[in-house]
């Protein structure tokens, strides 16, 4: 196990995230994982307080949003010879001591992306979205939108494909990539936290969840055509 753990990385998205991500890169230090937080231009002390709990920091010079800092720890992650990268958000949902749960090596031998999956923890209006896009996309994962993941090396590269930089969001459109170009995907229930500070950078008006609905409702549908196309 130990040589799977020197070999990942867990990159922590942050964008104002001062009063948890300290708490959460000690827990990562804990489960000997070695974190690097990518800070997406916060206004507050969040680099101060990663730097000072002992984790690697990565400023942006500008604002990113989360999958351009995920795909940031992706680079890194490649150009340091590390075999995997662990996705973790900064906001305490995600528990890292379930990081040792994802990196198995039966896990990782057979599968490209590991999925941290809670569905019951999200609303029900939610949860009717999720089974809106799995009809449509054809796809059987049940969380769809969790960031806790594991990727491969070469599923790295691949979310760092040009057509990957297109995404407004990670979760959708990154399963569907994933699912293109026939990696193998494997969902591994987990327990999660409630939010401990701060809201969703998705949804937290109605305006960007009616803009997330229709992205990802057009990624979906696309998805099904092709498959369509493909039996017909």
């Known amino acids: 196990m130990q040589d799977l753990l020197d070999k990942s990385l867990v990159v922590i998205p942050a964008h104002n995230e001062v009063c948890t991500v300290g708490q959460v890169v000690e827990a990562v ?11 997406d231009h916060s206004q507050d002390a969040t680099r101060e307080e990663a730097l000072k709990h002992g984790a690697r920091v990565l400023r942006l010079p500008w604002r990113l949003g989360a999958w351009g800092a995920i ?5 890194y992650c490649l150009r340091n010879g ?3 990268c662990v996705t973790l958000d900064a906001d305490g949902q995600h528990i890292p001591g379930s990081i040792q749960e994802l990196l198995h090596s039966d896990y990782l031998n057979r ?8 569905p019951a923890r999200v609303s029900r209006m939610r949860r009717m979205a999720w089974s809106w896009f799995r009809s449509i996309s054809a796809t059987d994962l049940q969380d769809l939108t969790s960031g806790f993941r594991v990727y491969s090396r ?3 590269r691949l979310m760092l494909d040009k057509r990957a930089y297109l995404f407004d969001y990670q979760d959708i459109g990154a399963i569907l990539l994933l699912q293109k170009f026939g990696l193998k995907i494997k969902e591994v229930p987990v327990e999660m936290l409630p939010r401990k500070a701060g809201h969703s950078r998705v ?3 109605w ?3 009616a803009k997330y609905m229709t992205v ?3 990624l979906s549908a696309c998805k099904f055509r092709q498959k369509v196309k493909q039996k017909g």
């Open 203 to 205: 949804f937290n008006n």
């Open 71 to 75: 795909q940031t720890g992706m680079m």
């Open 216 to 218: 990802t409702t057009s």
């Open 82 to 84: 590390y075999q995997y």
């Open 111 to 118: 599968y490209d992306v590991l999925i941290g999956s809670c």
């Open 29 to 39: 230090l804990s489960t000997g994982v070695a974190p690097v937080v990518v800070d």
């Open 207 to 209: 305006f960007k969840v």
């Open 154 to 156: 070469r599923a790295m």
